[in-house]
């Protein structure tokens, strides 16, 4: 059987705007929820296969979803942002200016996880898990998750170097949409609609 996921990001954030590590309490700005309610249509389109609808835990993934008229979308921790440890909450430039060694060591080493929270190397490897558990027996899976989430995927789809990961760019409510009949997956950027 063809299972068919589709990935899809939140909506656009204070954190994301202001160029901080996310909270799961962070919801969408103004702009998410505006933009959101302008893509709910290419969600809600008649006719549209059914499948099982997932979303991360987070505020922000639960409000996406909703906004895409995907209300019954059902929470699915695996889908979870990265763990930013003690890094959640503040910038970069903060982290910075406090300890120079921690952000070089996790922009450059994919199994460095100097805030306490989740390397990049165990979230694709998570991701990878998750993708591998997908047997819907309708075979369609929509998750609204986490840009990292994504970049996980991609990385584990294309079997790039975790390294590749930080190389990628997921912008609020891209969409990527990865199939695979059992054997590799394919990857693939859909139209708008």
Same mark, same amino acid.
């Given at each position: 059987?063809?299972?068919?996921?589709?990935?899809?990001?939140?909506?656009?954030?204070? @954190?994301?705007? #202001? %160029? &901080?590590?996310?909270?799961?309490?962070?919801?969408?700005?103004?702009?998410?929820?505006?933009?959101?309610?302008?893509? +709910?249509?290419?969600?809600?389109?008649? !006719?549209?296969?059914?499948?099982? &609808?997932?979303?991360?835990? /987070?505020?922000?993934?639960?409000?996406? @979803?909703? *906004?895409? *008229?995907?209300?019954?979308?059902v929470?699915?921790?695996?889908?979870?942002?990265?763990?930013? *440890?003690?890094? /959640?909450?503040?910038?970069?430039?903060?982290?910075?200016?406090?300890?120079?060694?921690?952000? @070089?060591?996790?922009?450059?080493? $994919?199994?460095?996880? $100097?805030? !306490?929270?989740?390397?990049?190397?165990?979230l694709?490897?998570? &991701? @990878? %898990?998750?993708l591998?558990? #997908?047997?819907?027996?309708?075979?369609?899976?929509?998750?609204?998750?986490?840009?990292? &989430?994504?970049?996980? %995927?991609?990385?584990?789809?294309?079997?790039?170097?975790?390294? %590749?990961?930080?190389?990628?760019?997921?912008? $609020?409510?891209?969409?990527v949409?990865?199939?695979? +009949? !059992? *054997?590799?997956?394919?990857? #693939?950027?859909?139209?708008?609609?």
């Amino acid at each position: 059987m063809t299972v068919r996921i589709t990935l899809v990001c939140h909506g656009s954030t204070e @954190a994301l705007r #202001r %160029a &901080v590590f996310p909270t799961d309490d962070d919801g969408l700005d103004e702009g998410g929820h505006r933009d959101t309610a302008r893509a +709910a249509p290419s969600f809600a389109s008649p !006719g549209r296969p059914e499948g099982v &609808v997932l979303c991360g835990p /987070a505020r922000r993934c639960r409000e996406t @979803a909703e *906004g895409l *008229g995907l209300a019954a979308a059902v929470v699915d921790d695996r889908l979870r942002d990265r763990d930013h *440890g003690r890094w /959640a909450g503040r910038s970069l430039a903060e982290i910075q200016a406090e300890d120079p060694a921690g952000p @070089a060591a996790w922009l450059t080493d $994919p199994a460095a996880a $100097p805030h !306490g929270g989740e390397s990049v190397l165990a979230l694709v490897e998570r &991701v @990878a %898990a998750w993708l591998a558990s #997908r047997r819907e027996p309708s075979g369609r899976v929509i998750a609204v998750t986490h840009p990292d &989430v994504i970049r996980a %995927a991609l990385v584990h789809v294309l079997d790039a170097a975790t390294t %590749a990961f930080s190389a990628i760019d997921v912008e $609020p409510l891209a969409t990527v949409r990865l199939t695979t +009949a !059992g *054997g590799r997956w394919r990857l #693939r950027f859909p139209r708008p609609t």
